[in-house]
């Protein structure tokens, strides 16, 4: 098979860092970069190759084009991934996959009428040191998992930064960061059944975004999540704690410990983790295999579907100070 010719819609950090993983392989190539800013599409194909466009339906009418990175502000992820399926496109998009469910399911139902791939980006789940947690809370070394709490805390450096300093843009919070951690939640305990938000009117200076999301979701087979989402914490860190029934796992960006009841604290050695592969890597590189080779993905449009419906629940409970139950009605 010849190289997997690509696009990339949307030249920002994300989409850049993404497409910059595909051209690692030896057998992708660019075909072009879409993007409203000209500057910013010229700019990446000068990196990438291929031809630079201002409107993503130009690069979609590309005859040479087998698939796109799909990666522009999130209140555009259902028009654009929708229009490449139509086009014939596999397409790869960036989290969060849409907006809200009933656009996830229309991107769903979209690429399955095409007859081509659609796989979300929900990379934190593969990050070294996350994915490395997760693993051992799924062995069974330390008993099945029971909870997962996360705080991910600081301050926003987005305010007065264009789009993602906006609620209508972004979805919030929950929407343009937490989906991590709630996708996160899930890949470990399974599916939701149920969400209790607290948003307390509390805006990061400059934007109109809530800062504060503490999100509590009930799971399927027992399990439960918490979620400390603070972007207004001078204090901040990055923490998860996963309880299991034997023991406990704690991780963050780059190190993972663990802990029987009775036993001794351990370390996972550092050069363990290091050597695992980049987590944009692992999940382009599933992207790319899926569609040359049919390997299953490592992150499915379901999972970036249920992500969304968990934060979806967790604005509606926010909102209405009510325990909302899943499926979203």
Known sequence: MSKLRLGLIGAGGMGMSLARAAKAREDTCFVGVADPMAEAAQKAVDELGGTAFTNYQDLLACADLDAVIVAPPNTAHREVAIAAVEAGKQVFCEKPMAMNVAECDAMIAAA??????????????????????????????????????????????????????????????????????????????????????????????GTDIPAINYVTVQFQEGGAGLLNSNMVLPQGQYQV????????????????SYQLQGGELQNVPAEEIQQMTDGVAREINSFVEWVRNGTPPVVTAADGRAAVEIAEAAIRSGTTGQVVTLPLQ
């Open 112 to 205: 399955q009428r095409a007859g081509v791939k659609l796989m979300v980006g929900q990379v934190l789940r593969l990050i070294p040191g996350f994915a490395k947690a997760r693993e051992l809370a799924l062995s069974g070394e330390l008993g099945r998992p029971v909870a997962v709490a996360i705080e991910r805390s600081g301050l926003w450096g987005f305010h007065g930064n264009g789009w993602r300093s906006s609620y209508a843009l972004t979805g919030g919070f929950l929407f343009e960061v937490n989906v991590h951690e709630i996708d996160y939640m899930r890949a470990i305990l399974g599916e939701a059944k149920s969400v209790f938000a607290a948003i307390p009117a509390v805006p990061v200076p």
């Open 241 to 256: 704690c996963i309880t299991c029934e034997k023991g406990s796992i704690r991780c963050d960006w780059g190190s993972v």
